[in-house]
């Protein structure tokens, strides 16, 4: 039997759209870690030379049901379209920075979505939670001053 993986991650090529404008390649880590099962998260590539990236993380399910209808409140919304007549997948985010429109292809998606099921299949999510020690996280954090 082959072991489940404990982090599944892969690159993409997303598009940036641009109100008035050609969209513009973004390069985009997403990343999924046993460790954090209920969430994904996603590196956009600023293109600087020091390699900075801008991270957001989000629920796995919001993505995975983005896939097939509009899902999303507040910053974070997904829903599937076609560009160019490729599917898609967009990805709409907002911060009190800016907000940003991203398309994300389909077929990669659904890839990237399918191995985090194999690492931890839908209703599982909670078998790899240590409930105790984040509850001691919350309990014992030393407060913010």
């Known amino acids: ?7 599944v991650s892969t690159e993409l090529q997303l598009r940036l759209v641009v109100p008035g404008a050609a969209s513009l390649p973004v390069r985009a880590g997403l990343c999924y870690d046993v460790a954090d099962p209920y969430a994904v998260q996603v590196a956009f590539h600023t293109g600087g030379a020091d390699g900075e990236s801008v991270e957001w993380t989000f629920a796995r399910q919001l993505l995975t049901d983005g896939v097939t209808g509009p899902v999303g409140e507040g910053d974070v919304q997904v829903w599937p379209s076609a560009s160019a007549g490729s599917p898609v997948v967009c990805l709409s985010l907002s911060s009190p920075s800016g907000k940003a429109l991203f398309e994300v292809p389909l077929p990669e998606l659904v890839d990237f979505l399918g191995q985090t099921y194999v690492a931890i299949p839908t209703g599982s999510e ?14 014992w954090a030393e407060p913010e001053l």
Not at 126 to 139: I, P
Request: aromatic share 0%; glycine share 0%.
């Open 126 to 139: 909670s078998d790899h939670v240590d409930v105790d020690a984040e509850l001691a996280l919350l309990l």
């Open 1 to 7: 039997m082959t072991p489940r993986p404990t982090c």
